[in-house]
Nanobody, 123 residues
């Protein structure tokens, strides 16, 4: 069974950091690009960041550039999203998704999805 499981969400204060994890089972993430998405209250799902399987090239949506960092550890079959300087606008359910080989448009079909982890930024 192919599965993605996110972890690391929680309640933090503005300015804090969190690291989200996306761990795969049933397949090897080495060959897959992994994207992070978030769904914030009242908004549609938004693609946040992506890391490709070839040369680990990274991309970020403008609103998180300089604050979020995506990385992968193939030995652990896991992709991370390090989030810094969090603001209340970052609140939402964060999900990861995988697609073979390289990043695609966030609105394109992705092969596998996780269930998501809640991130709440509030004072």
């Amino acid at each position: 069974q192919f599965q993605l499981v996110e972890s690391g969400g929680g309640l933090v204060q503005p300015g804090d950091s969190l690291r989200l994890s996306c761990t795969a089972s049933g397949f090897f993430l080495d060959y897959y690009a992994v994207g992070w998405f978030r769904r914030t209250p009242g908004k549609e799902r938004e693609g946040v960041s992506c890391i490709s399987s070839m040369n680990n090239s990274e991309s970020y949506v403008e609103s998180v550039k300089g604050r979020f960092t995506i990385s992968r550890d193939n030995a652990k079959n896991t992709v991370y999203l390090q989030m810094r300087s969090l603001t209340p606008e970052d609140t939402g359910v964060y999900s990861c998704a995988a697609v073979y080989y390289q990043c695609v448009d966030y609105d394109a079909p992705w092969s596998y999805w996780g269930q998501g982890t809640q991130v709440t930024v509030s004072s």
